[in-house]
Each structure stands twice: as C-alpha cells, then as structure tokens.
C-alpha cells in the first residue's frame, strides 16, 4: 500500500448518537500517528461537492458527548451512480486525500466497496446506525441510545396507558431489522412484540390483544418494529379499528420515529464509539482496506466490507421467547 499520510473521514446515512465520539476518535488517533485530518462533510454528497474541512485536535473538542454529527449526513442519490464517483475521486486527488473512514450503515460500506472496487482509494468502515443490523459487530455505534430512549418513551407511555386502560401500539424503527422493538419490548415488560424476523398473521395479533385486554383490566402495550410485515403500527390500528370485536377498546398508537435518532449518547455508545474509531485508523495503519471495524466478544474484528450487508445478523430468538413467557 502506498504511504499513508492524510485521510478523510466523514458520516453518512442516518446520524446516530456517538457518530461525534467516533469522528474525535479517529482524527486524534490520526494526529497522534503524524497523519493528516480531513473532515468530508455531507457524507458523499460533500465528497463529491469538495466540501472539505482541516481537522485539528482542537476541532473535535466538546463532541464526545453530542447527538448528532458535527460533519453533517446525507444520503447522496448521485454518489449511486459512477460518474459522480469519479468525480469524487477527483476531489480527493486534489486534495490530496489517500485513504478513507467511514461512518455509517450497510448503505454507506455499499458506497464504499463500489468507489473502492472503481477508484482503489483505502477505505476502512466504522459501524455507526441505530439499527443495529450490521453483520460483523455485536452493536453498532447509537444503538444501545436508540435503545435506551425507546424504552423510556414506553415507560412513559406505560404510565399513561395504565391510567387509562388502553392499549398501546408503540412503533419503534429499525427499518428491516427488529433489534430495538425486541430489546425494549423485554426492558419495558411489553404484552407483545411485533418484528420483521418473524410472521405473525394479523388475525393471531388480534386475537392475542382481545385476549390480553379482556382478561387483565389493565394496560396492554404492544411494541411494533416499523419493518414489521404488516407496514407499522398504523397500519395495524386501522385493521383493528376496522375490526368490531374492537369496539370496546380503548386504542392508541405512538410513533416514537426520529426521537430515538437525536441526545446523547450512552456511556456504552461514547465507549464503543471511541474504540471504533482508533480501530480504524490503526486497520488503515496496518494496511488493511475495504473492511468495517466491529466489535464482538469485547475484541476488535475485522470484516469484508462486503459480508457486512451481504450477511445477516440475526436477532436473538430466546429473547423473542422470553417476551412472550414474560408478558
Ligand atoms: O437507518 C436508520 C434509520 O433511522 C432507520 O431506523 C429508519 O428507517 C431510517 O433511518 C429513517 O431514515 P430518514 O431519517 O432518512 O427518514
């Protein structure tokens, strides 16, 4: 591999809580090797746009602790198509970028693998979405906050719901992946889990709820994944309000969306974050390229950037198990 003396880093896709400590993570591991540091901003879109930024120790100051990404993210339309890759690997030449970090999901390292397979450039991905769907880690960087906050907002609804005797329809995301509904399901004693992992025919669902509702005079809240088969949790509300064996009961939905993208990260998260991110530039360091740095078993692991959306990550079925023994 040629010599290594200034990367790029930038963000891309969906932000997600510790992105911030990750970017911090890899540009001071970065100085303290003598390499230079820049910041891509807007993901491939500022890739391709030049949108560039120095960074020095001072500039990543304060950030460990935020949601958000002090680099920006998009999700870039263009950077789908080759020529517009060759037009970012233009900007990169011209500013004399000669390997990559990338943070963020399966779409980013799928952009990542093409521009590497056109343009050779170095690249070493870092794990960063709330979904947590990435084959090669055991999480990824804002899950476990996504997580977190998920199961606080059912908390709350908990109580509300109680007061009321209502059953609840609380949709989570995860876009095609049930990690966050099942977990927050178990930590916030859900009634029922609804995930894209398993089927579940709508007339099972209903006759569960009519089920949990007449015997209990009490709350029911059933956690739903948005990639659920059956298109969310309003979708599931319309076919039971459509239902008269519903008439009775008393039902709300609450989407928590966008909520469990944004605040701080956990302690968990800012850990993983950092030590993803020092990973990265130490796998660039040691020659290594076209891979995502994960976590599993507490020990630093290298994956083909490939297997990473190419594999699957299954969910824990013994968890989907206990939920409902528990519920
Ligand atoms: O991939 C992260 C995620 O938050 C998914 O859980 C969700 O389906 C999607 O992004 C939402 O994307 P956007 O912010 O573009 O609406």
Redesign the pocket.
Known sequence: MALLNRIGVFTS????PGMNACVRAVVRTALANDLEVVGIRRGYAGMIDGDYVEMDGQSVSNIVQKGGTVLKSA?SARFREPEWRAKAAEQLRESHIDALVAIG?D?TFQGAAAFHDEHGLPAVGCPG???N?LFGTDETI?YDT?LNTALENIDRIRDTADAHDRLFLVEV?????GF?ALNCAIGGGAEMVLIPETFTEMGEIKDRVLSLMSAQTRSSIVVVA??DEHGGAIRIEQAMRSDPAFGQIDLRVCVLG?T??GGSPTARDRVLASRLGAAAVEALLAGHTNVMVGVSENEIKLTPMRNVWSRKKNINYELLKLTQLLS
């Open positions: 896709g969906g932000d997600a999700r999901g779409g979405t709330i979904d769907d804002g996504a995301m995860g876009r095609d992946a966050i948005e990639g966008h469990q993208r």
